[in-house]
Nanobody, 123 residues
């Protein structure tokens, strides 16, 4: 079970940090990603990190603003979101694919999903 935390309401230009834990279980070797879904839109992949943390992939709209990272010792994956914009408003989901040794760019449909956490950016 993946559990997200850290969502909330923030003004445009602000920052939030999302965290995903795996109920204390090891996250290795799994690709882990953050996806989001805004009202009336399809779910999109936002950022992915491979199991060693040396390969990442981002959707173009968040490059330079969002950073995905992982701490395998703590079995957590985080998404630091800076310079948030109103279009970042969505439910954010943590998802995992594996076991997999693939680079982040090759993440396919995840095996596991969290319940999601709401991020709302006010303009």
């Amino acid at each position: 079970q993946l559990v997200e935390s850290g969502g909330g309401l923030v003004q445009a230009g602000g920052s939030l940090r999302l965290s995903c834990s795996n109920s204390g279980r090891a996250f290795n070797p799994y690709l882990v990603g953050w996806f989001r879904q805004a009202p009336g839109k399809e779910r999109e992949k936002v950022a992915v990190i491979n199991w060693t943390g040396d390969s990442t992939d981002y959707v173009g709209s968040v490059k330079g603003r969002f950073t995905i990272s992982r701490d395998n010792a703590k079995n957590t994956v985080s998404l630091q979101m800076n310079d948030l914009k109103s279009e970042d408003t969505a439910v954010y989901y943590c998802a995992a694919k594996g076991p997999s040794l693939a680079p982040a760019q090759l993440m396919t449909v995840p095996n596991y999903w969290g319940q999601g956490t709401q991020v709302t950016v006010s303009s």
